[in-house]
């Protein structure tokens, strides 16, 4: 929702009493081409002061801010609404010493509206945009005025009219326009021509590589669960405990292929290894070789 900011300009100081008079807002058309419509504006402003009369138990009727800062330059003590003009007469008092100071100079010029669009229409009668205000703010703003435009200052009873200080706004010099460039510097039709080649190629690899980046991530997404399930089978196997080691030497030391007295040496081995049934024969020479184990040679 765009934001609301109506300028009017002041119409009386009081000095003794740091008092500054205007009006809020009115039902005639803006300096952006607008006009407030008066009888949908008018729940909302009453909302906003009441709001603010509670708040403050009764000591202000709305919050007066300077150049919609965050300086709190006072209060509303009084607002009217004037139904015979279509339009909400706002009374403030000033508190901050520098902005009251701002306002006896003339530099502030007027109230400005600060709050927000409810709603716009197209004013069929005048071909302007009629709206709905909802007002958040009132800040003294020093928005450049007309020339010879003035105010009422009230001081120890006497009225005296008062101008508004000139704003002596002038315009940035605009900047000198680039210098031409030399013919050296610009690019000839054969360079473009290289150049929007290249950024084509460079674009087709761009669009490839994304691709490629797009395969990948989803072989990625469908080996996860895999490598997750081979991940936990090998956590198992490596907490379960090792098997004990069995005592495979339990052959006789007879049975080592050594040379013995109760034995006749290798051919009586050999012969009674010969002897043996099968199964037992071969039950005696893995026994043997288990305990007599041999370094491999490579």
């Keep these: 929702m765009p934001t609301l900011d109506l300028f009017l300009p002041l119409t009386k100081v009081d000095v003794d009493a740091r008092m500054v008079h205007g009006v809020a807002t009115a039902e005639s058309p803006d300096r952006s081409g607008e006009i407030c419509d008066y009888e949908t504006t008018k729940p909302y402003f009453q909302s906003w002061s009441d709001d603010a009369r509670a708040a403050s138990a009764g000591k202000s009727l709305g919050a007066v801010r300077a150049m919609h ?7 509303l003590t009084d607002i009217s609404f004037d139904d015979g003009n279509r339009r909400i007469l706002v009374a403030a008092k000033i508190v901050d010493d520098d902005e009251w100071a701002k306002v006896l ?3 502030y010029t007027g109230f400005s509206q600060g709050g927000r669009y409810v709603k716009r229409w197209n004013d069929e009668a005048t071909g302007l945009t009629r709206y709905t205000a909802e007002p958040t703010e009132i800040s003294l703003v020093d928005v450049p005025c007309l020339p010879g435009a003035t105010f009422e200052v009230v001081k120890d009873g006497v009225v005296e009219k008062r101008a508004f200080a000139a704003n002596d706004i002038r315009e940035p010099p605009a900047p000198a326009p680039p210098p031409p460039p030399e013919a ?4 000839s039709g054969g360079t473009l021509a290289k150049a929007a080649l290249a950024l084509a190629s460079a674009a087709d690899k761009l669009e490839k590589a994304v691709e490629e980046n797009s395969r990948l991530r989803a072989a990625l997404g469908a080996l996860s669960p ?4 081979l ?9 379960q405990p090792t098997p004990a080691r069995a005592a ?4 006789s030391r007879e049975w080592d292929g050594a040379s013995g007295a109760g034995l006749g040496g290798v051919d009586a081995a ?3 290894l010969t002897e043996l049934p099968q199964h037992e024969r071969t039950m005696a020479l893995m026994k043997v070789s288990l305990a007599n ?3 491999p040679k490579f």
């Design 226 to 229: 895999e490598v997750a399930a």
């Design 248 to 251: 495979l030497r339990a052959a």
């Design 231 to 239: 991940t936990k089978r090998i956590a198992a196997l490596e907490a």
């Design 184 to 187: 050296s510097q610009i690019p």
């Design 69 to 75: 800062g965050r300086i709190a330059a006072g209060k």
């Design 105 to 107: 100079e003339g530099v």
């Design 293 to 295: 184990p041999t370094q």
């Design 270 to 272: 050999v012969k009674t």
